[in-house]
């Protein structure tokens, strides 16, 4: 069975601060994709990064960057110097080769200013 | 602008009523997918679409149904609805099934059933 797992249903921090947002994944497929969402209060889904599951290597675009380990089976989300606009329900996904999407339930990031 | 469009933006309705959840993409995607979010389960599957003229069932699919009579519009019934599916509904559509592919997103319709 495919699985999602994020743990932390809110988080707040304070402007500046750095924050990471956890993902753990199950599944028994070898290939299978990840994915992470961003759901601002206006409610619209932004797609944020895939990561496949033979790439490890870490990925930072801007102040966001993400940390994927096979080991652990966790691919989590690191935003940096958090601003207000980041806050957000962040989505992780798990899309295993040939099926469909699973979705974990959401981390609600609350950044105060 | 290119994207999914869905309508209506909210609706209240009665138990027991028809209702159609509109959902349209230019995007020439393939595939098509209906979602529903409830809070503390994120987004679960109700009914998805390879392609135009097929389509197939998700995690949830009880007491909805759909067609794809073509490749833009990917409409979701409830025939009968019922309180328990007051949520909030997301179309998405994605070039292929392939896995890669991510999925572009409506801005939902929030309905609720009284």
């Known amino acids: 069975a495919q699985k999602v797992t994020q743990a932390q249903t809110e988080i707040s921090v304070v402007e500046k601060e750095d924050v990471t947002l956890d993902c753990v994944y199950e599944?028994?497929?070898?290939?299978?994709?990840l994915f992470w969402y961003k759901q601002p209060p206006s409610g619209e889904l932004v797609f944020l990064i895939r990561?496949?599951?033979?790439?490890?290597q870490n990925e930072i675009s801007g102040r966001y960057s993400w940390n994927f380990q096979k080991s652990t089976s966790s691919f989590n989300f690191t935003i940096t110097a958090s601003q207000v606009v980041d806050s957000a329900v962040y989505f992780c996904?798990?899309?295993?080769?040939?099926?469909?999407?699973?979705f974990g339930p959401g981390t609600r990031l609350s950044v105060l200013p | 602008i290119a994207g999914i469009t869905q309508a209506p933006t909210s609706q209240i309705l009665a138990a027991g009523r028809r209702m159609t959840l509109r959902c349209t993409q230019d995007m020439r995607h393939n595939a098509m997918y209906w979602y529903r979010q409830d809070l503390g389960l994120g987004l679960r599957l109700i009914h998805y679409?390879?392609?135009?003229?097929?389509?197939g069932k998700g995690e949830v699919p009880d007491g909805y149904s759909v067609s794809r009579a073509n490749t833009d519009d990917f409409p979701l019934t409830l025939a009968s609805a019922v309180p328990s599916q007051t949520s909030v509904y997301f179309c998405?559509?994605?070039?292929?099934?392939?896995?890669?592919?991510?999925?572009?997103f409506g801005d939902g319709t929030r309905l609720s059933i009284l």
């Open positions: 998405a559509s994605s070039v292929s099934t392939d896995s890669n592919q991510p999925q572009h």
């Open positions: 996904a798990l899309c295993p080769r040939g099926q469909n999407f699973v």
């Open positions: 679409s390879n392609t135009a003229g097929t389509t």
């Open positions: 599944t028994r497929d070898t290939t299978y994709y």
């Open positions: 990561r496949n599951s033979f790439d490890e």
